[in-house]
């Protein structure tokens, strides 16, 4: 797999790079990024051979596949001073200002108030002569990263179209996209769809309001389609099949696991699991959540106070460091998942920017939501292994082992942005059966076909 790296770094990242902004990062940014990296955070592991039945004609007929796991770029999460500084270039110009403003328009309707928006910064030069805490908002959206798996198998692109019928009747049904996302019945199927729709340019007014509407509908929990006529999807989709060091890193992996399926004589219908995230739509937003991501405990979180309230929790974000003088290690502790708001006593922003992401992520995942808490929907997977997207450079901690990706956010690295905006990439995993069928039978293999991510 290094081989594989080293071959992407030289046919697509080095290009992407220049496009940087000093002050934040682009689509075709992110798209670098996740290409390099996919060969440290793939993680793609079989983990047992699996013994299906399917009914035919003809009787029960009895195959092998296998059950895999693996990583996907799904998550763009953000930390930022000000709602309309989001350090996404593109993001920022289209949706900051609105929803800035309407943030504040909820906090003082909320509050019966006129709150400004935001929360408190107090940095002091000698550590323990003041209160430490640091604040931040947070934005968690679908990286344009999340249609990689979408587009490419283990032969590289996918078939732009597929063949229907049979014998003289058989035929090219024609697709719009490679792998067809547009017949999904998915949030991308839609947006591709959208963006599909030969429809005349929006006006500057026109625009403005969609924004708000579209903003406005989130707050109140009614999701609608209007994302994907400001941020064109089809974009990425035609930026991902042009870059050929995605084809290349796929072709690789699938001589790999070729073998691999070969070898245990597994039949497979897919390469990767499915999943149903999309690029630009947002799912939690600190601003519209303004009430838990600033009220703090017991406003925020009361179903978590056993947690909260124990001294002895172990929801604690942190890494571990070597003291020089000593020459020993102790784990330095950042803050606490629960409760999860936008604060911590913390002077360093890259830390408490690690902080504030995991917390905006696990709230993601809560299935019960609290009658305070807004957010999208919650999902199973929101909390996978992470990367650094910006600042780039010094993306690993010191004393974790380099890599693009680490199990644990506070290993991603320690860069002080001078605006306090950072942004990571979460890598959710995924396990699935790579066939359909009654299960029959299940024995453990657990072979990594691409390599494991480290602490």
């Known amino acids: 797999m290094k081989k594989i790296k080293k071959l992407i770094l030289a046919l697509g990242l080095t290009s992407l790079v220049q496009t940087s902004y000093a002050d934040g990062f682009n689509t075709l940014d992110l798209i670098g990024d996740s290409v390099a990296d996919m060969p440290d955070c793939l993680e793609y592991k079989a983990n047992k051979l699996v013994l299906k039945m399917v009914m035919t004609f003809f009787g029960p007929e009895f195959f092998w596949t296998l059950n895999v796991s693996h990583n996907s770029p799904n998550w763009l999460t953000m930390t930022h001073n000000e709602l309309s500084d989001i350090p996404f270039t593109e993001y920022n110009i289209i949706l900051g200002k609105p929803y800035e403003k309407i943030s504040e328009i909820g906090l003082q309707t909320a509050l019966s108030s006129k709150s400004e928006i935001g929360g408190g910064r107090y940095k002091y030069e000698n550590w323990g002569d003041h209160q430490a805490v640091q604040f931040t908002e947070t934005?968690?959206?679908?990286?344009?990263?999340?249609?990689?798996?979408q587009m490419f198998g283990i032969g590289g692109l996918k078939a732009d179209g597929y063949w229907v019928g049979s014998g003289k009747d058989k035929y090219w049904h024609q697709c719009k996209t490679n792998g067809c996302l547009e017949e999904q019945n998915t949030e991308v199927g839609q947006g591709i769809r959208e963006s599909l729709k030969n429809k005349p340019p929006l006006s500057k007014k026109q625009v403005v309001s969609k924004k708000m509407s579209y903003l406005t509908n989130w707050k109140n929990g009614k999701y609608t389609n209007e994302i994907f006529e400001l941020m064109d999807i089809k974009a990425i989709h035609d930026q991902l099949k042009?870059?050929?060091?995605?084809?290349?890193?796929?072709?690789?992996?699938?001589?790999?696991?070729?073998?691999?399926?070969?070898?245990?004589?597994?039949?497979?219908?897919?390469?990767?699991?499915?999943?149903?995230?999309?690029?630009?739509?947002?799912?939690?937003?600190?601003?519209?959540?303004?009430?838990?991501?600033?009220?703090?405990?017991?406003?925020?979180?009361?179903?978590?106070?056993?947690?909260?309230?124990n001294p002895l929790s172990q929801d604690i974000i942190g890494t571990k460091v070597k003291d020089p003088l000593l020459k020993m290690s102790f784990y330095e502790q950042w803050g606490h998942i629960y409760p999860r708001e936008g604060s911590a006593n913390i002077q360093n922003s890259a830390k408490?920017?690690?902080?504030?992401?995991?917390?905006?992520?696990?709230?993601?995942?809560?299935?019960?939501?609290?009658?305070?808490?807004?957010?999208?929907?919650?999902?199973?997977?929101?909390?996978?292994?992470?990367?650094?997207?910006?600042?780039?450079?010094?993306?690993?901690?010191?004393?974790?082992?380099?890599?693009?990706?680490?199990?644990?956010?506070?290993?991603?690295?320690?860069?002080?942005?001078?605006?306090?905006?950072?942004?990571?990439?979460?890598?959710?995993?995924?396990?699935?059966?790579?066939?359909?069928?009654?299960?029959?039978?299940?024995?453990?293999?657990?072979?990594?076909?691409?390599?494991?991510?480290?602490?």
């Not at 934005?139 to 798996?149: A, E, N, Q, R, W």
């Open 242 to 309: 042009n870059f050929q060091a995605l084809n290349s890193f796929f072709q690789n992996f699938g001589m790999t696991f070729n073998a691999t399926a070969a070898s245990v004589g597994a039949k497979f219908d897919r390469v990767f699991c499915p999943m149903d995230i999309a690029p630009y739509v947002p799912y939690y937003l600190s601003g519209f959540d303004a009430i838990s991501w600033r009220g703090g405990y017991p406003v925020t979180d009361p179903e978590f106070s056993k947690i909260i309230l």
């Open 139 to 149: 934005t968690v959206i679908g990286h344009p990263g999340s249609m990689i798996l």
């Open 352 to 455: 408490l920017a690690a902080v504030a992401a995991y917390r905006a992520n696990s709230v993601l995942s809560d299935k019960k939501r609290s009658p305070l808490r807004i957010y999208r929907k919650p999902f199973e997977n929101t909390v996978g292994v992470w990367n650094k997207s910006f600042p780039k450079h010094n993306k690993t901690t010191p004393c974790a082992k380099s890599s693009a990706c680490h199990r644990n956010i506070a290993n991603t690295g320690i860069a002080i942005q001078d605006k306090g905006k950072y942004a990571f990439t979460s890598w959710p995993r995924y396990s699935c059966d790579l066939a359909d069928g009654m299960t029959i039978l299940k024995i453990p293999v657990n072979i990594y076909i691409t390599s494991k991510v480290p602490e």
